[in-house]
């Protein structure tokens, strides 16, 4: 299911990304004491009482006209109370209400959106109550805390968890595959879709931004279901959103938590761009099958070497999904778009695909035969056994005596050990080693 999204919003410079870090248990968000650090969003994932939800990190909002770069924070900053289900307004408790807070305090109140108030840099108990000076604001009880030493963050999430939207009951088919198209604006998303339903199902157009939302339209071939999502490649139009490519970047995100299989579109005559290795970060991150889709071919120059070339650059510039299949179409002529749903088919079966224990127990086994264990310190690397925890992605626990003595190549190998024993092709796959003691193994 995709996660709620808490923004957290505020002007700049009361404490923003240290709460994002703090949120997300590691430092994600740059933290710096001076305004605008934070220019773009940042996203993390968090979880409270085992509610999961995903956070946004936005810069401050300033009132200034004249700023150039003010007003594009001030953008993304609108473009994530639009995305978000519960806004976090953060304030600096010591400073007190500013005329700053004020104007920000008036754009929330436009969003219609749940707002938990959180007054900041309130290290003590006997500061809290500087909070209640923000019940002005209009937002019901402020919440004192601090986000540099953590006290009061546990009353603030707590709020934030009671605003956040109950989880809905879908029926969906269990079986369908799930296909989520994600990749920067203008690459022809829209279009492949439309070109796989034979019908203007979803809006085309050459202006980037024309996808809003991700659209799921149902579509059955062969007797198997499959869902396919369109997200956004732009929020909206406007001379200032089109100056940012990162607007995709929420929605794709929230598909690709309901998606089985993730479709990285490239644009076959802009080439790779730096955000493409962002988006298909975004798809490894979560787990989801993924190919590469190189749209608009029939515009290309070619001989017989061309798409040879094309493939191995994608291989150099995405050294981490060397797993995931290249198809090449062109959305315009129809060129080869009907085997998008049999790669789709077939990559999900190995994203869902099972290893008897017995089995991967063999393989494992015969790895460490052909190339043995990394030591250390005059102590090698023991792989007792391993077993397959889950699906979606393939993870597998492996029981070692000593995860010290692992190295990452020798993690690699044994990836790339498991691929050519069960093929894989399409999916990550997930390795976790655990030491378990010598006593408890039986050996010596």
Known sequence: MALPVVAIVGRANVGKSTLFNRLVGRRVSIVEDTPGVTRDRIYGKSEWNGVPFRVIDTGGIEMDEEDEMGNLIRVQAQIAIDEADVILFVVDGRQGVTQADEHVAQVLRRAHKPVVLGVNKLDHVEQHALSYEFYRLGFGEPIPFSAEHGQGTGDLLDAVVAALPKASEEDEDEDAIRIAFIGRPNVGKSSLVNRLLGEERVMVSPVAGTTRDAVDTPLERDGQTYVLVDTAGMRRKGKVYERIEKYSVLRALRALDRADVAFVVLDAQTGIVEQDKRVAGYALDAGCAIAFVVNKWDAIE??????????????????????????????????????????????????????????????????????????????????????????????FVIFVNDTELSHFSYERYLENQLREAFGFRGTPIRIVLRARDEAESGSS
Not at 339 to 351: P, S, T
């Open 302 to 395: 070619k001989d017989d070497k061309t798409a040879h070339r094309f493939e191995e650059k994608i291989r150099d510039e995405f050294p981490f999904l060397r797993f995931a299949p290249v198809i090449f179409v062109s959305a315009l002529t129809g060129q080869r778009v009907s085997r998008l749903l049999d790669v789709a088919k077939e990559i999900a079966e190995y994203h869902a695909m099972r290893v008897p224990t017995s089995t991967l127990n063999r393989v494992l086994a015969d790895a460490q035969v052909s190339v043995s264990p990394p030591s250390k310190g005059g102590r090698r690397l023991r792989i007792y056994y391993g077993t397959q925890v889950s699906v979606k992605p393939p993870t």
